[in-house]
C-alpha cells in the first residue's frame, strides 16, 4: 500500500540491509561492496542465528543475507522461525550465503523461501549486487502476487457470504409478513371487543407486533447488503446531497467532533437512491463517531475522479480516530462483524453500506492503520449529462 505520509514527499529512504553471518570477513566483504557500490544503504550485522532473530523482530529490513551455516542453527530454521513470527507475510528479501558446490543447498534455501543465494567463495561485488536486486525483484512479485490472491479470496468471500444472506433474508422477509399480517389481524379483532376482554391479550400482541418490526429491520439490512433491495434511484446532485446529510450529521456527532464538508461545485450528477446514500454516510460517519471518542475531525469530500476509465464522484470520509488493525480491516464489511460491546454494534452498517454501493454500480474502499485515523472512499459511477443541460436534453 503506497501511501503519502503526512509531512510531505518522504526523503529517499536508506536501503536497511542485515548480514547474519559468523564470519567476520565474510560480513565484511558484504558491507564494503555495498558501501564502494555507493548504494545509499546502512548495513546491520548479527553473528549468530538469535542475534539475527532478535533484529529481525525489531525492525523491517529491505534485503537480508543469511549463512546457510550459523553456530547456532541452519540458515533455513532462521527462515523458516522468521515466516513464522511474520505470520506467513513474507517479511523481507532473503538472500542465502552457501558452501562450495552445495547445489542441494541452494534448492533447499529456495525451497525455505530465500529468494536468492550466493556462493560463499563468490562473494564479489557484482554478485552481491545482483543477489541484491534479484531477491528484491522477486519479493516484490510474490507479494504482489499474494496480495491479489488475497484480494481474489476476500471478494469470494464476500459472495458466498452475500448468497447466504440472501437466502436467510428472503425467507425471514416471508415469515415476518406472515407474522406481522396476523398481528394486524389481531388487533382489529381487538378492536372490536370490549376492551375489558382484550386487556390481558392487547400487552402480548404488542410484544409479538414490535419483536417482528425489528426482525423485519434487520432482514432490510440484510437485504440491502445482499443487494436485494430495490433501488429507487434518481438523478442526485452529490453536493447538494452532501449538505444536507451534513446537517443531519451536525445533530448526531455531538460537539466533540470538527465536521468539515468541501464538495466541488457544479459536479455532474449521479444515479443513485438518495436516501440510501445518505444511510451510507451517516453510518461511516457515525462508525467515525464512535473511533474518535476524545474528539477529532471528520472531513467529508466531493470530487470527479477517473476510475477505471470512467468518471466518477468520490466522497471521501476520513476520521483521525484510532483507525483499525488489519486484521479488523480485512473484515469491515462482512454483516455482523463488529468489535463494538454487545447491544452497541450491529455489525450491519457497513455490509449494508458495501451491498448498497456494488448494486448502484460503485465502489468502496478503505485506508486505516492502527492510530492513524481511517479514509473511506466511495466512487460513484457519474451520470452522462451534466446537471444544468438536463433541461436542454429534456426538450430535444
Ligand atoms: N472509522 C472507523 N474507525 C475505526 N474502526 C472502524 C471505523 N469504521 C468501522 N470500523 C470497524 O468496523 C466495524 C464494523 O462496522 P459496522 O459494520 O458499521 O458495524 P458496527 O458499527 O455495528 O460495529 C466496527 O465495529 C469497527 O471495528
Ligand atoms: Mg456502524
Known sequence: ??????????????????????????????????????????????????????????????????DYRLPDMEGTSLLQVFYDIANDQMPAPFVMLTGQGGEEVMAEALRWGAHDYIVKDHITGPSVLIALSKAREIFDLKRARHSAEDKLRQAQKMDAVGQLTSGIAHDFNNLLTVILGNTRMMRRRLAEIPPAQGMAIAPKVDAVESAAQRGADLVRHLMVFSRQQELKSATVDIGAALAHTVTLLERTLGKGINLVLT?????????????????????????????????????????????????????????????????????????????????????????????????????????????????????????????????????T
Open 1 to 66: 500500500m503506497v501511501k503519502e505520509p503526512l509531512g510531505g514527499p518522504r526523503v529517499a529512504e536508506r536501503l536497511q540491509v542485515l548480514v547474519i553471518d559468523d564470519d567476520a570477513t565474510d560480513r565484511m566483504a558484504i558491507r564494503r561492496h555495498l558501501l564502494s557500490a555507493a548504494l545509499n544503504s546502512d548495513v546491520h550485522e548479527a553473528d549468530t542465528g538469535a542475534a539475527g532473530i532478535a533484529l529481525l523482530r525489531e525492525r523491517r529490513f529491505d534485503c537480508v543475507f543469511v
Open 263 to 395: 464538495a466541488e461545485q457544479g459536479m455532474r450528477p449521479v444515479h443513485v437512491d438518495a436516501t440510501l446514500l445518505e444511510n451510507a454516510v451517516i453510518n461511516v460517519s457515525v462508525n467515525a463517531r464512535d473511533a474518535m471518542p476524545q474528539g477529532g475531525t471528520l472531513t467529508i469530500s466531493a470530487r470527479p475522479v477517473v476510475f477505471n476509465d470512467i468518471s466518477h464522484v468520490l466522497i471521501s470520509i476520513a476520521d483521525t480516530g484510532t483507525g483499525m488493525p488489519e486484521h479488523v480491516r480485512e473484515r469491515i464489511f462482512e454483516p455482523f462483524f463488529t468489535t463494538k460491546p454487545a447491544g452497541e454494534g450491529t455489525g450491519l452498517g457497513l455490509a449494508m453500506v458495501y451491498g448498497f454501493i456494488r448494486q448502484t454500480g460503485g465502489h468502496i474502499e478503505v485506508d486505516s492503520e492502527a492510530g492513524r485515523g481511517t479514509t473511506f472512499r466511495i466512487y460513484l459511477p457519474q451520470a452522462r449529462e451534466p446537471l444544468t443541460n438536463k433541461e436542454v436534453n429534456h426538450a
